[in-house]
């Protein structure tokens, strides 16, 4: 532990705050000045680790729910919605599509409010795992009928990004520094400035064409995905030293929420991504 805390030191050293961090979430706790009193218990990994695994777990049952009331409420539904998404006809009902869309808005509501409402973590957060996981139920249930197998793959290649991205971090092969959250802070800029200016043009009839043929490119499409992996990826790094800087500062554990919903948002975010990737692989193949 202390060559942890003496590795700590240095990586802090080289580093001003705030961090950058993913999400609103870890913003705010980097912006803490806290420290647990005499009688107060201090933050502890264990128990950041078991809250995140508490988050994941409701993703799981997010998942479940939608797989029952796939087989129960929307199998008696006329499925009179035909979609192409990324190669795969999917074929859904209103109230399917509805309960999708009214997860996504509900995943966004709470995530804005667990930022502001640090009390509110643990229920709000629970909820917005709830949606994610019934977001990742329906895209691998229904868009991938017949190829539920990339669900599982999706997650093995999320648990080893996780697993070799923690190892890196704990060794000091990588370290979160000023150059680190600059390189991090360039690739987000550069997606969003992309992003906006390819909204922009296609507002634009005269550009219209254009952005719609270069952004609909298969190679185009696959390298905004993987980008958007190895930001997420960086993230997650990120997300360690939040935690670290948690724990070694002695902060008090009820910061252990922040902490644990922050990493839980960044693996979701992985594995949603991931997903897309391999979606966008074999639905390209297919077609």
Not at 139 to 153: C, D, I, N, Q
Not at 246 to 272: D, H, N, Q, R
Request: glycine share 6%.
């Amino acid at each position: 532990m202390s060559d942890l805390r003496n590795n700590y030191s240095t990586t802090q050293t080289k580093q001003k705050k705030p961090f950058f961090r993913a999400n609103p979430v870890m913003n705010r706790l980097s912006k803490v000045n806290d420290v647990a009193g005499t009688n107060e218990k201090a933050a502890g990994y264990g128990r950041i680790v078991a809250k995140t695994a508490y988050f994941l777990l409701f993703a799981v049952a997010g998942l479940l729910v939608y797989l029952v009331m796939n087989n129960t409420v929307f199998a008696n539904q006329l499925q009179t919605i035909q979609l192409n998404f990324k190669g795969f006809s999917v074929s859904t009902s209103v109230m399917q599509l509805g309960f999708f869309a009214g997860a996504g808005i509900l995943a966004i509501i709470t995530q804005i409010t667990a930022a502001f409402a640090r009390k509110a973590i643990p229920v709000v957060g629970a909820i917005f795992a709830l949606c994610e996981g019934f977001i990742i139920s329906f895209l691998v249930f229904t868009v991938l009928k017949g190829f539920e197998y990339l669900g599982l793959l999706a997650l093995a290649i999320t648990i080893v990004i996780v697993m070799t991205m923690a190892i890196l971090y704990a060794t000091r092969i990588i370290r979160v520094s000023k150059k680190f959250h600059m390189v991090m802070l360039t690739l987000v800029a550069g997606m969003i400035g992309i992003s906006i200016f390819s909204f922009i043009g296609y507002l634009i009839p005269l550009t219209r064409p254009f952005v719609a043929l270069i952004m609909g490119n298969f190679w185009i499409s696959i390298g905004f995905t993987v980008v958007s992996i190895i930001i997420a990826t960086l993230f997650l790094i990120s997300d360690f030293a939040m935690i670290e800087h948690v724990v070694e500062s002695k902060m008090p554990a009820k910061y252990e929420w922040m902490a644990a919903f922050g990493l839980a948002f960044t693996v979701l975010w992985i594995y949603i991504k991931v997903l897309d990737l391999l979606i966008q692989i074999l639905g390209n193949r297919r077609s």
